[in-house]
T-cell receptor, first 113, second 118 residues
Framework: DSGVTQTPKHLITATGQRVTLRCSPR?????VYWYQQSLDQGLQFLIH???????AKGNILERFSAQQFPDLHSELNLSSLELGDSALYFC????????????FGQGTRLTVV | AQKVTQAQTEISVVEKEDVTLDCVYE???????LFWYKQPPSGELVFLIR??????QNEISGRYSWNFQKSTSSFNFTITASQVVDSAVYFC???????????????FGQGTRLTINP
């Protein structure tokens, strides 16, 4: 158990809908990262938050947004969903120093039908 | 730009064989970190090892060993006496030096699907 909690584990929704994925980082970790794993793109970095502030953006679509709350949990919002958004979405957290690794949650498997 | 290449898409071996997973990386950074993660059929990503660019010592952990060679930009992973439970997808990843705001993003290779047959 990595200590990173993601909910829900599975999500099935229809095209055009909006969903929210939730991540609780390990206790004491200030950084949260979101990654998307799809069959065609592999594992790709989406966005990084540190102590509530956005620090880096990767290949994140404009239909997607994220935030980190004062209690350090994070949410990834996906809207106007398309079939191609079906993927495994991972959250990872790290302590907040550059020389530490990120630990991943179990992921949320999103299926858009 | 950073890039990680895992040329072996799939490997299948018989239990107890040794197997090496290759990883080649590209980066212009002088300080960087290399990682291996395991993704079993259940889907989670399990951290295996982190190595910084200044430490080229090989590492051994039980049946797992890692060979880091800066001269060839490679960070290969060997499983000795493989077991069925080692069946998983293995990812090599690279990140730049982070700061107080946390580690930089991970750039992943495409993964190698390892199947260990009984």
């Amino acid at each position: 158990d990595s200590g990173v909690t993601q909910t829900p584990k599975h999500l099935i929704t229809a095209t055009g809908q909006r969903v929210t994925l939730r991540c609780s980082p390990r206790s004491g970790d200030l950084s949260v990262y979101w990654y998307q794993q799809s069959l065609d793109q592999g594992l790709q970095f989406l966005i990084h938050y540190y102590n509530g502030e956005e620090r880096a953006k990767g290949n994140i679509l404009e239909r997607f947004s994220a935030q980190q709350f004062p209690d350090l949990h994070s949410e990834l919002n996906l809207s106007s969903l398309e079939l191609g958004d079906s993927a495994l979405y991972f959250c990872a957290s790290s302590v907040g120093r550059g020389d530490t690794e990120a630990f991943f949650g179990q992921g949320t498997r999103l299926t858009v039908v | 730009a950073q890039k990680v290449t895992q040329a072996q898409t799939e490997i299948s071996v018989v239990e107890k064989e040794d197997v090496t997973l290759d990883c080649v990386y590209e980066t212009r950074d002088t300080t960087y970190y290399l990682f291996w993660y395991k993704q079993p059929p259940s889907g989670e990503l399990v951290f295996l090892i982190r190595r910084n660019s200044f430490d080229e010592q090989n590492e051994i952990s039980g049946r797992y060993s890692w060979n880091f060679q800066k001269s060839t930009s490679s960070f290969n992973f060997t499983i000795t006496a493989s077991q069925v439970v080692d069946s998983a997808v293995y990812f090599c990843a690279l990140s730049g030096a982070g700061g107080i705001q946390g580690a930089q993003k991970l750039v992943f290779g495409q993964g190698t699907r390892l199947t260990i047959n009984p």
